[in-house]
Structure formats: C-alpha cells, structure tokens
C-alpha cells in the first residue's frame, strides 16, 4: 500500500490554491441527513478518507450514501435497518458517535461503540453523555462489549448547559433536538463555523434554531424536508495549512472562497510576525516580507486560535527570528510532531508552566499528580535538513509534510494515509505551488 511521500524540499513556493470543503462541517452533514426521510443532495464533500469512511460505515447500516460527482453526494436515508455501528467502522472515524441522533430517531435504540479517530487527547465524551442523559435518553456503558448502550423516549425535552464548550457535543445535541418536544435551550455552546453550516442546513430544511453566542434555542419540527442542494463551507484548517507552508518557504499564497472573519485571529498573530495580507471579496493573499519575527500563540475554541492550527504555525515558527511560545490548551497530547522536526534540525523544547487553576484553565479533563506538557519553545530562524518522518496524527502529518517542503533536500514521510483522512489531493496541491512530492 503506498502510504509515504518523497519531498525534495526547499524551493520557494507560490500560486493559488482553491480549497475544498470543509472536513469538520462534511462528515457532520452527511451524518445529519440520515434524519431525513428522502433523499439529500450535498454540494463540496472533500473526497477524503475520513469522508469515504463514514460513507463506508452508513452504508454497511443500510443506508445509500455515493458521490454522483467528485464533491457531490447523494445520501438515501429511507433504506437504513441496523441500530449497531461495527466495531471495525467505528473505529477508524471519531464522528461515528455523532450517529446516536439519526439511529436513536429511526430505532428509539441503538448500540455504538468507543469512537476512533486522532489520538490528541481523551475527549470529552462525559460532557457528550451528560448531555444526552440531560435531555431524557437513557445511556449506559457496557465495559464488556466496548458499546454504548442508548434508549429515548418518544420525544425528547428538557436544557443542558455544558461545562466546558465541545463542538462534537454541540453538535450531536442539535441534531437530537430537532424533533424535540416544545424548546430545547443549550448553553456554552461551542462557536465554530463548521456549527453554523450544520444550523443552517437544517433551518434550510424546516428546523427552527436560533444561536445567539453561545447559546443554542431549538424548537422541535415533526419533520425536515429537503428543498435543495446544500453547499458546505470551505476548509479553515485547509487554509492555515497552505498558508503556513508557503510563507516559511518564504513565497505568496492566494486562497479563494475564504473571509477574513473565518480565520480571522490567525490572520492578526500573521500581521504580527510581518506578513502583507491582502483581502478582496472572498480571496486573500498573503505574502512573505523578510525577516518574519517570532510570535507566541496560545490555543482556545474558536474564535480563538484554533489547536488544529498550531502543529502548522510551530513550522512557521522555525523560519522566523527569536523565540516563540505555543500553549496547548485545548488538548493534552498535541505535540507528536515535536520529536519529528528536531529530526530535520527544529530548535523546540519543552517548558513548565505554574497554573493556578488549571482545571478551569484547560478545555481538556484536567486530572492533578499527571504529568501534561503543554508548552513548547521554538528558536529561529533554522535551516532545516531532509529527514525520515513519521506521521502519528492528522494535523501533525500536515505539519510534518511541511516541515520536509522548508528543509533542502530529500524526507521521506510515513503514514501520510492519515494526513489524507483530512486533505483532499494534497499533493496535486502542493505540486501547484512549485513543490516537489510523490506518493510512494
């Protein structure tokens, strides 16, 4: 199975690059037409392996869900007949868990399994289950099988406030609530645009949602109704990841079909560091203006700097002058990559930090006596060298990729399966840019 790229890196890379649809707004989409009872025409679907796993997954349910063209699927809700997710499926895409909603409503029950996906950290499944069980459903764990056990009622009702914002958890309890009994009201929310497509795909179809910061108010439908195609959001994460990579070549970028407000504090820590940004309509070109000063980032939910963008902003980082520091707060095991770019010559180290009230202060469960690192230090600017890479998770892979495209000479970078889990034609891409990469 080819799962390696060879990179001859160190050119000075410049274009455009038109982005896909975004991957987080994508696999809720697909999922959240299953509570349909016709068919669903989704517009911009990125032909990733996350994507064309789950469609795998439904329609070993006995759903029918294809694409008619490369980013459009059809999904044919009407024939699913299986209350059980695979174990195998499962585990191979996280957003499984989000399946609870459509099998819930056709079955009243239905049995899933621990979600796979990315290993960055124990997720908040607890905040996910509390809120299920808040809003009438009937949740056990069977530590014996590996499944989670869920039962509902007729129709579902009651309020749930979340500890501490989850955009999975946001998600999957919309969807629960849109055929809710009167007004279902949720609070601290998470505030993603990938969350506002998937509200306005379903208000599109006859649910009633209102968001109003970080609460969601739903008002239950007896049904949805599909009206016509939806378009899916472009890729934030697609975006920083391109970007990032042609300004430490020290080169230009233009994206299409992003705004500013999409990535918006990304783009001022940009501004900091000295790169020219020029936006019009929805196009935005970055240039590289030399030297780059090093910039410190922590990371938060949206609209704060997104944890899925740090792995690529560290890269960054190592190209420009001084010393920058990257706080992971969002999850506890995001920095795989580190061990990988000293390979290439990165100047990183880890560095305690005191905090006084870390429980609050982490999005993640905290837990006191265990050992976290949650701060890197990056000196630059560096001359990175060719290396052998190996790819532990999603955007650690882009990351890695990246890094071997700013260091002269040859890398080899392993696993790059995973990275494809999130990017679609990554090296057509990068080969557009001026790059030079092959899978192997």
């Known amino acids: ?49 996350d994507v064309l796993e789950l469609i795998h997954l439904i329609n070993s349910l006995g759903a029918k869900v294809k694409f008619i063209e490369k980013n459009i699927i059809e999904i044919d809700p009407t024939t699913l007949s299986q ?70 009622p007729n129709r579902l009702r009651g309020n749930f406030r979340f500890s501490k914002p989850t955009h999975t958890g946001t998600e999957l309890l919309i969807m629960l609530s849109v055929f809710g009994k009167d007004k279902i009201c949720l609070e ?29 108010k739903i008002e239950g439908v007896e049904k949805l109704s599909f009206k016509k195609p939806f378009k899916i959001i472009s890729d934030r994460n697609e975006a920083i990841t391109y970007i990032s990579l042609v300004l430490a070549t020290g080169g230009k970028i233009t994206l299409d079909s992003i705004s500013q407000d999409k990535i918006g504090i990304f783009i001022e820590k940009l501004k900091q ?19 780059l000063r090093a910039v410190s980032i922590e990371t938060t939910p949206y609209p704060g700097f997104m944890t899925d963008w740090q792995p690529n902003w560290a890269v960054l980082m190592t190209q420009a002058q001084g010393k920058s520091i990257i706080h992971e707060r969002v999850f506890e095991n995001r920095f795989s ?58 955007r650690a892979g882009a990351c890695l990729a990246n890094a071997a495209l700013v260091a002269k000479g ?31």
């Open 83 to 152: 209350n059980k997710v695979d174990l195998l499926h499962a585990s191979k895409t996280r957003v499984s868990f989000m399946l609870f909603a459509p099998l819930l409503y056709k079955f009243g029950s239905c049995f899933i399994p621990n979600p796979g996906g990315c290993r960055i950290g124990a997720r908040p499944i607890d905040r996910i289950i509390d809120g299920m069980k808040s809003l009438g459903i009937t949740v056990k764990y069977n530590s014996r099988t590996g499944y989670y056990e869920a039962k509902m």
């Open 337 to 394: 990559y580190v061990e990988e770019l000293k390979k290439l010559g990165a100047k990183i180290k880890f560095i305690d930090v005191k905090i006084s009230d870390p429980e609050s202060f982490y999005f993640f469960n905290y837990k006191r006596g265990e050992r976290y690192q949650q701060l890197i230090e990056i000196e630059g600017p560096v001359k990175l060298h060719g290396g052998v890479l190996n790819v532990a998770d999603l």
């Open 410 to 440: 040859e890398s080899v970078v392993n696993g790059v399966s995973i990275l494809e889990r999130g990017y679609e034609d990554f090296v057509e891409k990068v080969r557009g840019l001026g790059g030079e990469i092959r899978k192997i």
């Open 1 to 49: 199975m080819e799962d390696s790229y060879i990179i001859n890196g160190g050119r000075k890379l410049k274009g455009e690059v038109r982005l896909s649809g975004a991957k987080n707004a994508a696999l809720k989409m697909i999922i959240a037409s299953l509570l349909f009872n016709e068919k669903i025409i989704l517009e911009n679907i990125p032909r990733i392996n």
């Open 188 to 216: 601290n929310c998470a505030h993603e645009p990938e969350i506002d497509n998937l509200i306005q795909f379903l208000n599109q179809s006859g649910a009633k949602i209102t968001k109003i910061n970080g609460k969601v």
């Open 273 to 291: 560091v000295g790169v020219d940004i020029q936006s019009k309509n929805n196009t935005l070109s970055f240039n590289w203006l030399k030297p």
